[in-house]
């Protein structure tokens, strides 16, 4: 670690480890992190980062009245963040679980303390675009036949919650 | 995070019954605002003669419990008479859904004030209301009480965010305990307008933040 980086400890005890983490060295979790990080090679990151370009293309080109929350490129390599307007997020979600397919939602209704995301809003969303925001996340083990089934789950369920919803139609 | 729903609420949920509307309704109500989360529309037809609800639908933009809830409370009300829908409560909706988690109160419970608002609204619109009565800060506050502090997941009135009621010549100025750039005041604000404007002697209603 850099000289002078301003870091709090977060377990207190002994005095171990310059007094900034109390107890007996967590081996495994420094050799964990340690091949962790080694996983993260350039490979990986250009291979996420083609499954979350797919994703965004296909769903902001397939599924009418979305948005994508933040940057198109600037951005992790595994994350896509997407609002789907009209619907609520834990809706989605639920549906999304019963298909074997696991995101989250910064819909208020879906959290504990039922804040909805401070982060779109934040970003500049409002209540509405935090409600119906989808967060989909790639790992190692995803592959480019996930990002088709997914999109083709969201696309139908996010026109069967449309059809129940009271808002969008005249 | 799993999900907190039994296979009865799932059930509602993914095959939700009576979903959608009915055209010239005898009654309808719009409860929630996309501003405050969710929203329940409920629209009714009512037989003149026995008062019996022989058909009723609901539109939903809100999470499983909120959509179970419609649907299970639409099977409720009907063929009940309007009084005996009246009585139907949040309570029995959870009941008959077996069970639903606590924090979900806020978003289930909108069904059931949508149930009632459109028999309002038939009883209204047939000359059935009761007589009107002068409004006041108990009247207010029984209203303030459908509004939900989004914080706490119950309603403003019980978590203390109202600070004070004033009625005075049809204008209710409502103080509240929160700050105006708070992420919730703007719905808060919207939501309060729309339950206290709606009451027949107020012309006006003024709200002020603290905090």
Redesign the interface.
Known sequence: MRKGTPIVKIMDGGLQEFNLRAGAENIPGAAGFARAVQLVTEEENARLKEMRDALISSVLERIPRVTLNGHPEKRIPQNANITFHLVEGESITLHLDMYGISVSTGSACFSRSLEGSHVISAIGGDHERVHGSLRMTFGRYNTMDDVEYTVEKLESIVKQLRAISPLGKQ | ?A?P?NDKV?EH??N?HN??RIENPDGQA?EGS????????VNIKVDPESKTITDIKF??????S??ATGSIITDLAKGKTIEEAKKITWKDASEALGGLPA??V??SVLAVEGLRGAIRNYEEKHGLAVEKKPTTVDTVRRRLKKVMN????LDMVSTNLVEKIEVADGVVGIVINMPEDH??SA?IKEEIKEKVETLWDVKKVNIEFTG
Not at chain 2, 59 to 64: F, I, P, Q, T
């Open positions: 995070m999900f729903y799932l949920f993914r939700p979903v959608g719009v996309p501003a405050c989360g969710d929203m329940v529309s539109e939903s933009y809100g999470c499983a909120n959509i924090i979900k806020h978003c989004p914080l706490m997941g992420q919730f719905s």
